[in-house]
């Protein structure tokens, strides 16, 4: 049974980049810098899809405009 991306709970580097058309290098970035954002297993990263999603609107409303800076969202 394959689950929809916009259905899991987590989603690797590779699907939340493709979903979010975000860069994978910014993702392993944020799953490293976000504690309790992401968790690794093996040799993967599993981003929590809504606490993503979350954080990116606040980004694009400028709500934390020191994490806003540092991501470079203007």
Known sequence: MKVPVHQKYTLT???AS??????EKWLR???KTHSG???FIGNKWH????QLEEYLV???RHEDEEQA???GVY
Do not use: N, S
Not at 18 to 23: A, D, S, T, V
Not at 47 to 50: A, C, G, L, S
């Open 37 to 39: 954002a992401a968790f």
């Open 13 to 15: 580097v590779t699907e």
């Open 69 to 71: 800076q540092i991501w």
């Open 18 to 23: 493709g979903y979010f058309g975000i860069g």
């Open 58 to 60: 606040a980004l694009a």
């Open 29 to 31: 970035e944020y799953a």
């Open 47 to 50: 981003i929590f899809r809504e």
